[in-house]
C-alpha cells in the first residue's frame, strides 16, 4: 500500500509543479480507516500544501476483486487529469476459489461514437444505437438512422431504454416513448408518454420525467405491484431483487418483497444476468464521472451479496448498464480518447 500511495504522491506532486493544492480523500473500499489515513498522510508529505491553492487534488480509494485503487482527480482550471496506481489485496474467506462457481465476464464492442450513447441492443446480424438524437441501425458497413423528434428539453443526465424484438424496437425516454422497425427501411414513430419503462421480462417502472431514476412504482410479474424508495437501477436475481438507491443505497428484497438488507458500496448502475451457473448481478463502483470504474459480478446468498468472479475493468466512467437476459449492455465513457462505446457483456461460469 505504501509504495502504491507513495508514487502516485509523487505523481500528482510533479503534475501539479509542487505548487499548492487541496486534498480530499474520499475511501470506498475495505480499506480499514487507518489504512485510509495513512494514504492521506503519505500524500500530505509529498504534496506539502503552501500558499494560495493551485490545485485541487480528488483521491478516491476503492477496489475490485483482486487489488485497491487509488484514483487521483487533478484539477486545474481545465480538463481534470486522471492518475492511477494499484496494490493487490488479499483475498477474504468469502472470496475464497471454492466459495461458489466463479463468473467471468468476456465484452464485445457493439458500437462507438463521439456522441453520449444511451443503450444498444443486436437486432438480428444488425445493431441499433439509440442517442439523444436519433436511432441508428448498423449491419456490417451499411448504416441507416431516423432521428427523434424532440417534443420537450431532455433532463442534463439523460437516459434512455432500448428494446429490440424481431424486426421491431421500442425506444424509453423521459416522457417519450418510440416504437420502429427495421424493415422494410428503417421507421420510427415516436410521442409523449408517461409509459414504464422495461426493467426486464416482466418488470415494468415508472420513470421521472424531468430526472434520471425511476419513482419507485414496479409492476412485476408475477409479484404484482409494489411502491419502493426512487432508485436509479434495478436487477433481478431469481425471485430476489436488488434496487440501487436513489439516496445512494442498494436494497436487496426478497421473493416476498421483504427488505433484506444493504448490498454494501455499489454505483448506482446494476442490472441482473442469468448465466450458466445461476443468476447475478452486475454492479459497478460508486465512482465519478472523471474516474475509471469497473464491473463486478455479485451471488445472492442468506440476504446478502458475495462477489462472484473477477471484476471487468473500463478506461472510464460507465454511463449505462441494462440487462439483457442472459447478457448485458454496458455503455462507457473513454477517458483517454473521449469517445462513448456500448458492449455486449456475456457471462461463462468456472471453478
Request: glycine share 10%; net charge negative.
Amino acid at each position: 500500500m505504501g509504495g502504491a500511495a507513495r508514487d502516485l504522491a509523487r505523481s500528482v506532486a510533479a503534475a501539479v509543479q509542487h505548487e499548492g493544492c487541496t486534498l480530499t480523500v474520499r475511501n470506498v473500499s475495505s480499506l480499514a480507516p487507518g489504512e485510509a489515513t495513512e494514504v492521506r498522510r503519505v500524500f500530505e508529505s509529498e504534496l506539502k500544501p503552501a500558499g494560495q491553492p493551485a490545485a485541487d487534488i480528488q483521491l478516491t480509494i476503492s477496489e475490485n476483486l483482486s487489488q485497491f485503487l487509488l484514483v487521483a482527480e487533478i484539477r486545474r482550471g481545465g480538463e481534470p487529469q486522471v492518475l492511477l496506481e494499484s496494490w493487490p489485496r488479499a483475498p477474504s474467506a468469502a472470496e475464497a476459489p471454492d466459495a461458489a462457481p466463479r463468473v467471468t465476464l468476456e465484452k464485445k464492442l457493439l458500437w462507438e461514437q463521439d456522441q453520449p450513447i444511451l443503450d444498444a441492443a443486436p437486432a438480428g446480424d444488425a445493431i441499433l444505437v439509440l442517442d439523444a438524437a436519433r436511432v441508428l441501425w448498423v449491419q456490417g458497413a451499411a448504416r441507416q438512422s431516423v432521428a427523434i423528434p424532440a417534443a420537450h428539453a431532455w433532463p442534463r443526465d439523460l437516459r434512455g431504454r432500448l428494446q429490440a424484438s424481431g424486426a421491431a424496437f421500442t425506444a424509453w425516454l423521459p416522457g417519450t416513448v418510440c416504437r420502429g422497425a427495421v424493415q422494410p427501411g428503417l421507421s420510427l414513430e415516436c410521442h409523449e408518454s408517461l409509459e414504464p419503462w422495461l426493467l426486464g421480462p416482466g418488470a415494468l417502472a415508472s420513470f421521472s420525467q424531468a430526472g434520471n431514476f425511476f419513482h419507485g412504482h414496479i409492476d412485476v410479474e408475477p409479484g404484482g405491484v409494489h411502491e419502493l424508495p426512487p432508485f436509479y437501477s434495478a436487477a433481478p436475481a431469481g425471485d430476489a431483487w436488488v434496487f440501487a438507491g436513489a439516496d445512494g443505497r442498494a436494497r436487496i428484497y426478497t421473493s416476498t418483497w421483504e427488505l433484506a438488507g444493504d448490498a454494501g458500496q455499489w454505483g448506482s448502475d446494476i442490472a441482473g444476468i442469468k448465466t450458466p451457473c445461476g443468476p447475478r448481478i452486475l454492479a459497478t463502483r460508486p465512482a465519478s464521472l472523471a474516474e475509471p470504474d469497473a464491473i463486478q459480478p455479485y451471488e445472492l446468498a442468506g440476504g446478502a451479496a458475495h462477489p462472484a468472479g473477477r471484476a471487468l475493468e473500463f478506461p472510464g466512467p460507465i454511463t449505462a448498464l441494462w440487462s439483457a437476459g442472459n447478457s448485458a449492455t454496458v455503455v462507457t465513457h473513454d477517458l483517454q480518447t473521449g469517445r462513448y462505446a456500448a458492449y455486449s457483456l456475456a457471462p461463462a461460469c468456472g471453478a
